[in-house]
């Protein structure tokens, strides 16, 4: 435990002893009076959830498949760790989607989330998994044990091909099995970092509705919800038929100032000045954390070219002129201080999401060798971003252009033929993002036995994922330019050069004044804009068998075999409008349209050996192992497999261990897109020298001739089941250490840029330069646009350790039905190495809070739930910890990346759920929830490139919120 002490989790354990010395307390209080332990009932009237003990699901009834294994009979058997997730936890938290609870389980990172990704305009709706913060492709998630449709946005902005977790009503959940090691060799590609598989109900007698609605105290986040689940079994209990529906709305969140410490304005300006004798930023770091950051582009116009007397003047709305507020220090699109404010004035920090989810199944016993069942659903999901204005860093203007001022006119030279100024258009219009993302998928199958030990089940499953992504008052460039460049027609009316000149293209353009805050035209600003609209049909069709037996005996018991095999096939089509199709929009929007497909075969074997049994500190003793062979159509034949023990001294601790390689195989996009262009400011030295241009930039193209990853995971480690006295009581501990070699990546511009600057010639190559007209000095360059691929780069590396810790007993005293239990989760990251693969030395990642790179992880993550109940009421207190960390681990090691302030504190946050039950055998519950109790602040990690203040994927962004619910049961 002396790892834990030094660092982070010390004050993680201050906090955990705080929160639960009360409860500890009364549970100590409260032993004598409990005879035996026991878990709280069910209050559901569906088959109850599996209990979590150290990642096994005890079976109240049937049987349990278990995720870590196909032949293993129950968790502790199995090598890999897993944890489970029971349905009792979604509903206590009246959870929307299973996202929101996963992403508070320290192993996952809530990479893709309406929270996290505001600012990401092609999914801010998406929900998906991402195991070790390794990327969500690399989390296989199931159902049922199979394969569903992936998603796959137009724009292929970095977002990974994978599942979105909106697909499943939660009321359909009976628990989510998390296996949090390499699983390949069971299930193929994408099991990398683990394996999510959501287990439905197949079983429910009679009707649920719940109905919620919630609220921040700002009086944002509006949350609307209405479920059911309702279930019947017919002809002597031999079939089984379960549908359920869930409809949920989120008004978001709107900008930063709509938050006390939004309006802080932090972010980190890069240092123009820091080499500049005189300046405020002479001497200073490069980047430097402050508050109070707004845009130097200037609301109504700021003349930037060197011109005597014209130089860093902005415009009036009368066409005046005046000095712009220039900031203390300033660098790329942002200053300290100054006037105006920040740049992304006008960008939701939550979108706003709509979501329909509907599921079923029927399950039909033909004989008692032999059920049939069909299952399946359909969502939709739509998120709404209204994103950012027009930013125009460095915009030409000609000497003859109409909208100019007389004052400028009088002192612009005469052998002066143009002048540049920069600009946003905050007053012009925010752009705006609607992404509906709709999935039909069903599946089809048959499952008995063979005879003796012997079970067979197979299946056949086709999903489509329909995507669109809608744009609304999205500047389109070749407008933009055409209706800037006003001048005045042979009757001196101010019309379009290119309309003057006769220009097709021109056609219907409508001239902009950029001279002065609010002064374009409601014609100009209909001009300029567009409405863009980018689909994307993508389909799977999965096939499977597998058997599982015991084929013989040893003396300590059976061996169990499981063997099958698996074909899939999966074709993407993208489609986009004209200007989108082209790049033709200035923001975001841009899809160039393209299509793929590829197909695998593959088959695998699984074997349990048992070794020993009930011998002195030989309870148990057996070995596991598992092989696939998977044959793709486009990187070809490919294997993975896993080996691994378990040996259980005495009865119910259980020391585990695991080796695997896996694989992860080019999803379509990484081998076939033409990727999309998004224009930003880029910040990365340039011949010794910062410089922060806007620019295009495509970071999200294909690669055909990309190749596999691989991957190689161990696991080592030791789960307790309390027995007598100890009842109750789940404990474990497992280290992980995944290594990926040859992985598949796109990455980030930030990314790139930073490896650029710190001197690595492949990543500077990516960039394409030109002159830099802003100096005087011909020779100096200035990069320009940047394309870069899917590349098989480099390798991650990732160590750590997992903790759990369960405790339930009755508390007699507390009531009828008195019940406490504890349940804590922690994840300590050793190392998180990221390998650029260019032979610079690897970066580790762990430790690092920002969002910007690709591998980024706190070292520790802790949450703790307490709670207290009776057949009255239930009581939960929930406590997240997020460890102390730095903005980025490179700051400070270079002279060209330092920074004033580097450290991110530590960060708790506090939630309470509670329930009231009514009526006989609980039919009507009354639950609320207040989700950051003590309105906990985010603390400032910002992000350069989208301007966010604060990191979405660990803390919170919303404040204080409350919800209130209810749920009847017939």
């Known amino acids: ?481 055409f209706a800037i460049d006003a001048v005045r027609d042979g009757s001196g009316n101010i019309v379009c050069r290119g309309v003057r000149d006769g220009v097709a293209a021109a056609a219907g353009c409508q001239p902009l004044n950029l001279f002065g805050e609010g002064n374009t035209t409601a014609a100009a600003r209909n001009y300029i804009w567009g409405e863009g609209l980018a689909k994307v049909k993508y389909d799977q069709f999965t096939t499977a068998a597998n058997i599982v037996g015991e084929p013989f005996s040893t003396w300590a018991g059976p061996v169990s075999v499981a063997f099958g095999g698996e074909y899939r096939r999966e074709t993407e089509k993208l489609t986009a409008d004209a200007v989108g199709a082209s790049n033709g929009f200035l923001t975001a929007g841009n899809a160039v349209p393209y299509k793929g497909a590829f197909n695998v075969k593959e088959g695998y074997i699984e074997a349990t050996v048992p070794l020993a049994k009930d011998l002195p500190f030989l309870h148990n003793l057996g070995v596991n192992g598992a092989f696939r062979y998977a044959d793709y159509s486009t990187v070809g034949g490919q294997t993975a497999w896993k080996a691994g023990a378990v040996w259980e001294p005495v009865d119910g601790l259980n020391i585990r261990i695991a080796r695997s390689r896996d694989i992860r195989a080019p999803a379509i996009n990484e081998l076939y897109s033409p990727g999309s262009n998004v224009t930003n400011a880029v910040t990365m030295v340039v011949d010794g020298v910062t410089k922060s241009p806007v620019i295009p930039q495509n970071t999200s193209m294909g690669n055909p001739k990309v190749g596999p990853e691989f991957s190689k995971t161990f696991t080592v480690g030791a789960a307790y089941r309390g027995r007598g006295a100890l009842s109750g009581l789940g404990i474990s501990v497992d280290y992980y250490n995944i290594k990926i070699e040859d992985a598949i990546t796109n990455l980030s511009t930030a990314n790139i840029a930073s490896l650029c600057s710190a001197g690595e010639a492949y990543f500077c190559n990516l960039f394409t330069y030109g002159p830099d007209l802003s100096t005087a000095n011909p020779n100096d360059r200035i990069h320009t646009a940047l394309n870069a691929g899917s590349l098989n780069v480099g390798a991650f590396a990732q160590k750590g350790i997992d903790v759990t810790l369960n405790y339930g007993t009755r508390l007699d005293f507390l009531g009828s039905g008195g019940h406490g239990s504890i349940a804590a989760s922690g994840t300590y990251v050793l190392h998180a190495l990221v390998d650029s693969g260019t032979g610079a030395a690897p970066i580790d990642r762990a430790g690092e809070n920002g969002w910007a790179n690709l591998g980024a992880i706190p070292h520790f993550r802790g949450n703790l739930s307490t709670t207290l109940g009776t057949n009255a009421w239930e009581l939960t207190l929930q406590t997240i910890f997020i460890s102390k960390g730095v903005q980025d681990v490179t700051y400070n090691t270079l002279p060209t990346n330092t920074i004033n302030n580097n450290r991110v504190p530590a960060v708790t946050y506090f939630n309470l759920f509670g329930k009231l039950f009514a009526g006989e055998d609980k039919k009507f519950e009354f639950f609320w929830a207040v989700n950051n109790l003590f309105d906990k602040d985010p603390p400032p990690v910002p992000y350069t490139i989208l301007n966010g203040p604060v990191n979405g994927q660990y803390y919170d962004k919303v404040g204080r919120s409350f919800m209130l619910g209810a749920r009847a049961r017939f």
Request: proline fraction near 5%; glycine fraction near 12%.
């Open 1 to 481: 435990m002396a790892l834990f002490m030094n660092r982070g989790p010390a004050s993680w354990l201050h906090c955990m002893m705080a929160t639960t010395a009360l409860t500890t307390a009364t549970f100590a209080g409260g032993a004598a009076f409990a005879q035996t332990s026991a878990t709280p009932a069910s209050t559901a009237q569906a088959e109850p959830a599996p209990a979590a003990v150290d990642g096994q699901a005890e079976p109240q009834e049937g049987e349990i498949v278990v995720t870590a294994s196909r032949t293993a009979t129950n968790g502790l058997q199995a090598p890999t760790p897993t944890q489970v997730l029971g349905a009792d936890v979604i509903e206590k938290q009246g959870a929307t989607t299973v996202m929101e609870v996963l992403n508070q389980n320290p192993a996952f990172k809530a990479t893709r989330s309406p929270g996290a990704n505001a600012t990401n305009t092609s999914s801010p709706a998406a929900a998906t998994a991402d195991l070790r913060a390794l990327g969500g492709q690399r989390t296989l998630v199931l159902v049922n044990q199979s394969r569903v449709v992936p998603f796959a946005p137009a724009s292929n902005l970095g977002v990974p091909t994978t599942t979105d977790l909106n697909l499943f009503p939660t009321l359909m959940i009976e628990r989510v099995d998390v296996v949090t090691g390499g699983a390949s060799a069971l299930y193929g590609s994408d099991a990398v970092s683990g394996v999510v598989n959501i287990v439905m109900k197949k079983k429910y007698q009679g009707l649920e509705v719940t109905a919620q609605a919630g609220v921040s105290q700002y009086g944002d986040y509006g949350t609307r919800r209405i479920g059911f689940i309702g279930g019947t079994s017919f002809n002597g209990d031999r079939g089984h038929i379960v549908l359920s529906g869930d409809y949920s709305t989120n008004d978001g969140v709107g900008d930063i100032y709509n938050r006390d410490w939004g309006r802080d304005e932090y972010m980190i300006v890069s240092n123009g000045q820091r080499t500049t004798p005189g300046t405020a930023g002479f001497g200073q770091p490069a980047f430097i954390l402050a508050k109070h950051v707004h845009n130097n582009l200037g609301a109504g116009s700021v003349i930037i070219s060197s011109i005597p007397g014209l130089t860093n003047m902005t415009f009036n709305p009368d066409g005046t002129i005046r000095p712009f507020q220039k900031g203390s220090i300033f660098g790329g699109s942002t200053m300290i201080g100054g006037e105006g404010t920040s740049i992304i004035t006008g960008t939701a920090l939550v979108p706003k999401v709509e979501r329909e989810t509907a599921y079923g199944s029927l399950y039909y016993d033909f004989s008692d060798s032999l059920t049939g069942y069909i299952e399946g659903g359909y969502s939709r999901s739509v998120g709404i971003l209204d994103g950012v204005p027009i930013r125009l860093s460095s915009q030409a203007i000609r000497r003859d252009n109409a909208f100019i001022p007389a004052q400028v006119m009088a002192l612009l030279p005469a052998t002066t033929q143009s002048f540049n100024i920069s600009r946003i258009g905050i007053d012009i219009g925010i752009n705006r993002y609607e992404i509906t993302n709709e999935t039909p998928h069903g599946t089809i199958g048959f499952q008995g036995r063979l005879g003796g030990s012997w079970k067979w089940d197979a299946h056949a499953s086709y999903g489509i994922n329909y995507y669109s992504s809608a744009t609304f008052n999205n500047p389109v460039t070749a407008k933009l330019n």
